[in-house]
């Protein structure tokens, strides 16, 4: 792509009296930690090669996340997870591989408080203030009904702080991050909807705000005056009643400054409602792209500071963050979706002085460095799905969509050259087979892909038109098409694979990666002319890509579609919700029917699902779960629900839209072809898993939920190939 050389977002800034080499940090967060199969967190090779990758990918400042502190069992001492987790000298071995690479090491300390139901039932839950049920159930009902923490609780809390901030000062951090953000403890006591106290902690801004500037004027007592506070905390809280204003978080961050922080990170709070009758609770995120999709697409939210212009969530917080910046003298560093492009034009504009970034720099360690070499075709984007989050928010290491290596290790995130070549052919250029050719390739092999459709790409491109483009597939797939590109893969398009073929080509290993199967459909009248099965859908639909381009053809589906105004779907899986979605905004009316009792399998619990379900719910649309189908007629679809009665749902088409199945017919015929055969993706219902460090690859069962999806797909092609 062609875009101008960025020149702001390269200009050194300082934090107090430290000089930063660029204006591009990476965020603090508990999803960048790598958890071993305890799933605590040493101190670990899988640490230090993650972090040093970040240093050396060009940020100017790396910030670690997860430093809990939090009260002891007896609720009369503090500690850290910083002080009980990790050696002095394993904080000092970070420090070091951060500073080799000319960046700043800071750790991000947050209050551990309050809990959460899922994982922490049986602790005590602090906060600002005493909460029951009743009241949670108006803020986040699954957090654990909340203490109030004493003055002098708060008192060896604030000192935990400053403990923290000294150990990581001894062993060589640059500085720390306060985090009082999102609805963590320390933002109990700043929300005014949290925040139900009378004493001197609670009531004014000025009462609020003390807790964080006494954690900051401790640590500067502690670490001296040169010691760099970035301060972070929420833009604004969205639809909680009492939640926070712009214009409230501004006088926050004024009162931060004048106790000693060096810079403010403003993120963003933006709560949802539940949908009781489809059991799913109110709750609250922080990231744009998720939070605003599809619900807010459209909606103008400037007054909350919530700027949606540059499209699909991208800087979407700098509203508030700009008028922080307008408020206070020192730097001000933006999230929410960052990208170096959007975030240099804001910095020229004093907006904000820094981006923070975080999920881009899973999706590719070297950002930084490739944003300032101007190599943009080259940076592997953030498709914005959101599993790293959810799989940290559950507590597992996170994967990335796109980068089947994070996480891994030094040893497994680069890819060595191979002993000896190999000729290997990958059967599919969807997501798993462009990216197993593209690591062979980076092995050395010699690498043929044979596609039987006229382009690379798969069903990947349809999947970014059927959200709107909304989510990065079809950047994500054409980066993929680039790569091998470069890499000299030879690509044969329009060629069914068979045996015969593959033999022809004598490989010493082949990948079939060629999609999962439509399952069977034993409906009566499944063949009438109103069906239109997804696999008849995307074959239409890709006829039609070898006229137009994936986006023009998302802009031609406005004006036509192959089906009538009224669309029952079967499927309420992650393919139904999307498609109605997608069909809704083509001004059809839609019924889900869903055979199982849930809607939503295969998506993502922190975000899309419940967001997908809200918009659906909040547009009218019918949801049937436990509901069989009958028949289908010309008139519509009969329906029996739980009980056993029937109903007619009239409908001038009917779209199948179900999870893929296992298709491994090719990978049995090309048995004993050559001495390795593989198959990755949907295709496939075992995952090709290694254990860490990779040794053998060999299929092993999955614990996963079939089908898989994109992430999987990515992850299993890299190992398979990375192994050849």
Not at 131 to 149: F, K, M, R, S
Not at 491 to 499: C, E, H, S
Not at 587 to 592: D, N, P, S
Request: charged share 25%.
């Amino acid at each position: 792509m062609a875009r101008r050389r960025l020149e702001k977002i390269l200009e050194p800034c300082y934090i107090g009296k430290l000089k930063v080499k660029n204006r591009m940090i990476h965020m603090g967060s508990h999803g960048s930690i790598p958890k071993d199969d305890q799933g605590d967190a040493p101190i670990s090779p899988r640490w230090l090669a993650f972090y040093e990758s970040l240093a050396a990918g060009g940020f100017g400042l790396v910030s670690l996340g997860g430093g809990i502190v939090k009260l002891d069992e007896t609720g009369e001492r503090g500690f850290t997870t910083i002080q009980s987790n990790f050696s002095f000298e394993g904080l000092q071995a970070l420090a070091a591989v951060i500073h080799k690479h000319d960046a700043h090491a800071f750790w991000q300390l947050l209050c551990g408080y309050p809990t959460r139901q899922l994982d922490q039932a049986h602790v005590t839950s602090y906060a600002s203030s005493t909460l029951t049920q009743d009241d949670l159930d108006g803020l986040i009902p699954y957090y654990n009904p909340t203490t109030a923490l004493t003055r002098e609780q708060i008192d060896v809390i604030t000192t935990a702080f400053a403990d923290a901030a000294e150990l990581l000062q001894r062993a060589g951090f640059d500085g720390v991050e306060i985090n009082a953000g999102h609805n963590h403890g320390l933002n109990t006591f700043l929300s005014p909807a949290w925040n139900r106290r009378t004493d001197e902690y609670g009531g004014s801004a000025e009462n609020r705000a003390r807790i964080v500037c006494e954690i900051n004027r401790k640590i500067k007592e502690r670490c001296g005056a040169d010691f760099p506070i970035i301060d972070n905390l929420s833009g604004a809280e969205y639809n909680v009643e009492g939640g926070r204003t712009v214009a409230d978080t501004v006088e926050l961050a004024r009162l931060f400054e004048a106790s000693g922080a060096d810079a403010i990170h403003c993120r963003y709070e933006m709560y949802h409602e539940g949908i009781p009758e489809l059991g799913i609770p109110r709750t609250a995120h922080e990231l744009p792209d998720v939070d605003l999709y599809p619900g807010y697409v459209d909606e103008d939210l400037s007054e909350w500071g919530i700027d949606n212009s540059f499209g699909k969530g991208m800087m979407a917080w700098s509203g508030a963050a700009a008028a922080v910046k307008a408020a206070v003298s020192i730097p001000v560093s933006g999230s929410g979706r960052t990208d170096a492009f959007n975030g240099d034009k804001l910095i020229a504009e004093g907006k904000i002085d820094f981006i923070s970034i975080c999920r881009r720099a899973h999706a590719d360690a070297d950002y930084c460095r490739k944003v300032a070499e101007g190599a943009w075709d080259d940076i592997r984007p953030c498709v914005g799905c959101n599993t790293c989050y959810d799989m940290s928010a559950h507590n597992v290491n996170t994967w990335c969509m796109v980068n089947g290596g994070v996480m891994e290790g030094a040893d497994y995130a680069q890819v060595p050259p191979a002993d000896a070549p190999k000729r290997v052919v990958v059967i599919g250029s969807g997501a798993a087979g462009l990216e197993a050719a593209r690591v062979a390739a980076l092995r050395g092999h010699d690498v043929t892909i044979v596609e039987r459709e006229g382009q690379l790409g798969g069903t990947l491109p349809l999947a970014g038109m059927i959200c709107d483009f909304h989510e990065d597939f079809l950047g994500f797939s054409r980066w993929q098409v680039r790569q091998v590109e470069k890499l000299g893969v030879r690509v044969m398009t329009k060629t069914v694979a068979d045996r015969a073929l593959v033999e022809s080509l004598a490989p010493d290993a082949v990948i079939v990666a060629v999609g999962g199967a439509e399952p069977a459909v034993d409906i009566p009248g499944i063949d009438r002319k109103i069906v239109v099965t997804g696999e008849e859908l995307h074959r239409q639909l890709r006829a039609a890509l070898k006229v137009f381009n994936v986006e023009r053809l998302g802009k031609l589906s406005k004006l036509y579609l192959p089906v009538g105004r009224r669309v029952v779907i079967l499927g309420g899986s992650m393919h139904g919700l999307r498609t109605a979605h997608f069909l809704m905004r083509r001004g059809r009316e839609v019924v889900i029917v869903e055979e199982g009792p849930e809607l939503g399998t295969g998506m993502l619990d922190c975000g899309p699902k419940p967001n997908m379900l809200r918009w659906l719910v909040a547009n009218d649309v019918e949801m049937l779960t436990n509901a069989r189908v009958r028949e289908i007629t010309d008139a519509g679809v009969v329906v029996a629900g739980a009980d056993g009665a029937e109903r007619l749902i009239r409908a001038d088409s009917v779209v199948t839209a179900l999870p893929l199945g296992p298709n491994l017919a090719l990978y049995d015929e090309l048995a004993g072809v050559a001495p390795e055969v593989y198959a990755v993706g949907d295709c496939n219902p075992l995952i090709v898993d290694a254990p860490y460090p990779p040794s053998k690859i060999e299929p092993v069962e999955s614990e996963l939920i079939w089908p898989r999806f994109t992430a999987a797909a990515v992850r299993e092609a890299y190992r398979v190939a990375r192994g050849i």
